[in-house]
C-alpha cells in the first residue's frame, strides 16, 4: 500500500520561509504527478503546485514565484519550497499523487507574527 507522509510545517512569521517534504513509500513513485495541495479553516482544498515525472511545474496564481515544487525521484520525495509566505497561506498541506485518492494526512503551516 503506498503510503504519503509529509513533514516540515511549523510556524513562521510573515515574509519568511518553510520548506516541506513529503515521502513515499510502498509503491511505484516515479511515474506519478505529484501534487501539494492545501486547505485553509473553512475554505475548500486548493491544488498549490503539481510537478511531473520530468520536473514540469504547474502553480496556482497566488503562489507563482513565491514557491517552487521539485522532486528526487531517487529518494521518492517531493518538496515545496515556500518563501516571502504570507498569513493567507496559513493552511494544512496535503501532498497527492494527482488523480489519484492517495494522500498524506497533511502538516499544518501558520503564518503569523
Known amino acids: 500500500q503506498l503510503q504519503l507522509v509529509e513533514s516540515g510545517g511549523g510556524l513562521v512569521q510573515p515574509g519568511g520561509s518553510l520548506r516541506l517534504s513529503c515521502v513515499a513509500s510502498?509503491?511505484?513513485?516515479?511515474?506519478?504527478?505529484m501534487a501539494w495541495y492545501r486547505q485553509a479553516p473553512g475554505k475548500q482544498r486548493e491544488l498549490v503546485a503539481d510537478?511531473?515525472?520530468?520536473?514540469?511545474?504547474t502553480y496556482a496564481e497566488s503562489v507563482k514565484g513565491r514557491f517552487t515544487i521539485s522532486r528526487e525521484n531517487t529518494k521518492n520525495t517531493v518538496y515545496l519550497q515556500m518563501n516571502s509566505l504570507k498569513p493567507e497561506d496559513t493552511a494544512v498541506y496535503y501532498c497527492?499523487?494527482?488523480?489519484?485518492?492517495?494522500w498524506g494526512k497533511g502538516t499544518l503551516v501558520t503564518v503569523s507574527s
Open positions: 510502498g509503491g511505484r513513485f516515479n511515474s506519478y504527478i
Open positions: 510537478i511531473t515525472r520530468g520536473s514540469s511545474t
Open positions: 497527492n499523487l494527482r488523480y489519484t485518492n492517495y
